[in-house]
């Protein structure tokens, strides 16, 4: 098993572009979810999807970020338009809920 | 307040030594408790998941114990690698429903040679 599948990797862009971080999360798993890490703020819950449907955005910070599970095998975060308070590592984890939570590598973004 | 307080929030350690980690939280109810391990890079992958009634998980070197009535967990590596250099995070689960879970801020662990 590929284990779940972030991409980009690494993300620089400057304030004001629009970013899009994907997801492909471990087959069969029925629940995706977006975190956000920081330095300060450690670990954050940004969004959870269950079956494909937005279950819980209440921390997705403001309404420039946005996201979206067309199916079942693929998720993506968007944001627009991007702000350098915006820079951490994002990470998606998928799991068979209420099973253990797999991370994905992560997407490390520099808003400059 | 954090629900999930770590520490120290960081050690140095020399290979071949063991070291202890510290977990309290306040989270309320409680149903699980899991030590992750995030390399540099990586994302965060589970070590050990301990229930209510458990006192005690090993994981090759890693040893985690839970102190449900005093809500105090630990994680013991014994004999250090190299390989064990990362961040160790404590995450709580309230009820074994709950999707959203409580994170520490981590423990970064440098061994060096």
């Known amino acids: 098993d590929a284990g779940v599948i972030q991409s980009p990797r690494h993300e620089v862009t400057e304030m004001g572009q629009e970013v899009t971080l994907r997801c492909k999360p471990i087959?069969?798993?029925?629940?995706l979810f977006w975190y956000r890490q920081t330095m300060m703020r450690g670990l954050e819950l940004l969004i959870y999807f269950n079956n494909n449907v937005p279950i819980d955005d209440s921390g997705m910070p403001e309404d420039r970020f946005s996201a979206k599970m067309p199916n079942a095998s693929f998720s993506t975060l968007k944001i627009q338009p991007s702000e350098p308070r915006d820079s951490a590592v994002y990470f998606c984890?998928?799991?068979?809920?209420?099973?253990?939570?797999?991370f994905g590598p992560g997407t490390r973004l520099t808003v400059t | 307040k954090n629900q999930v307080e770590q520490s120290p929030q960081s050690l140095i350690i020399l290979e071949g030594k063991n070291c202890t980690l510290q977990c309290n939280y306040t989270v309320s109810p409680f149903s699980n408790l899991r030590w992750y391990k995030q390399d540099t890079g990586r994302g965060p992958v589970s070590l050990t998941i301990m229930t209510f009634s458990e006192n005690t998980k090993s994981n090759g070197r890693y040893t985690a114990t839970l102190d449900a009535d005093t809500k105090q967990s630990s994680l013991h590596i014994t004999a250090s690698q190299l390989s064990d250099s990362a961040s160790y995070i404590c995450v709580v689960s309230a009820r074994p429903s709950d999707y959203k879970l409580s994170f520490g801020a981590g423990t970064t662990v440098t061994v060096r040679a």
């Open positions: 087959s069969g798993h029925n629940s």
């Open positions: 984890a998928s799991s068979f809920f209420p099973a253990e939570q797999y």
